[in-house]
């Protein structure tokens, strides 16, 4: 089953957001499937915050990735090195203030 992974970001600064976004929306062609060795993303998708409801908490980015089974997500969020590396580099050289992620299976409440 199909699942979808939220992710907002909010950095120190505007260097770091464009190195952040650059390096995020590179991931489906960097991670790679351990068994296979082909990417493993469907999708990723991002923009600009844009609401004006003022619920955004301070989030100024947003994407949303797509991946065909809930094994590859988990092995995106706790195993993948790539990912891992983005993460390291997101608390540190990115300057990352805060991070909300979520997940969900379409239809599945």
């Given amino acids: ?11 120190r600064s505007a260097t770091g957001l464009q190195a952040l976004r650059e390096a ?7 991670c790679l499937h351990p068994v296979t060795g082909q990417p493993y993303i469907q999708i990723a ?10 619920k955004d908490r301070g989030m100024q980015v947003c994407f949303v990735m797509e991946f065909e089974n809930e094994d590859d997500l988990a092995y995106y969020l706790d195993k993948d090195p790539v990912h891992e590396d983005f993460k390291n580099k997101a608390g540190g050289e990115w300057e990352t203030l ?7 299976n ?3 409440f």
């Fill in 98 to 104: 805060d991070v909300v992620a979520m997940d969900f």
């Fill in 24 to 30: 995020f929306l590179a991931l489906p062609q960097t």
């Fill in 106 to 108: 379409e239809g599945v």
């Fill in 45 to 54: 998708r991002g923009g600009r915050q844009m609401s004006t409801e003022g």
């Fill in 1 to 11: 089953m199909v699942v979808f992974h939220i992710v907002a970001f909010k950095t």
